[in-house]
Nanobody, 123 residues
Framework: EVQLQASGGGPVRTGGSLRLSCATS????????MGWFRQAPGKEREAVSC????????YYADSVKGRFTISSDSAKKVMYLQMNSLKPEDTAVYYC????????????????WGQGTQVTVSS
């Protein structure tokens, strides 16, 4: 059974940093397309950043380019999202997701989801 568990969220001031982690189990890590998504109150869930199989091609939403960095440790089966220069508009519940299908960062092609971790950025 594919399992993902996101952690590392919390409150932070504008300009601060957080590192999210997504611990995984139940699947061969390097064979899966992995991603981070977020959902702010009253908004649809959106893609933040994705990482192709075996830590391959990465994708970033325009709103986070240059501030966020996605990475993974296949030995530990963990995916990370380093978030720097955080802004109030980054406030959301962040989810990690995985799928065998490799269609970039298209949310509809991610079938396995972890529970979210709340990130709250205050000004």
């Amino acid at each position: 059974e594919v399992q993902l568990q996101a952690s590392g969220g919390g409150p932070v001031r504008t300009g601060g940093s957080l590192r999210l982690s997504c611990a995984t189990s139940g699947f061969t890590f390097d064979e899966y397309n992995m991603g981070w998504f977020r959902q702010a109150p009253g908004k649809e869930r959106e893609a933040v950043s994705c990482l192709g199989r075996s830590g391959g091609k990465s994708y970033y939403a325009d709103s986070v380019k240059g501030r966020f960095t996605i990475s993974s440790d296949s030995a530990k089966k963990v995916m990370y999202l380093q978030m720097n220069s955080l802004k109030p508009e980054d406030t959301a519940v962040y989810y990690c997701a995985a799928d065998l299908r490799n269609y970039g960062c298209v949310i509809t092609f991610f079938g396995s989801w972890g529970q979210g971790t709340q990130v709250t950025v205050s000004s």
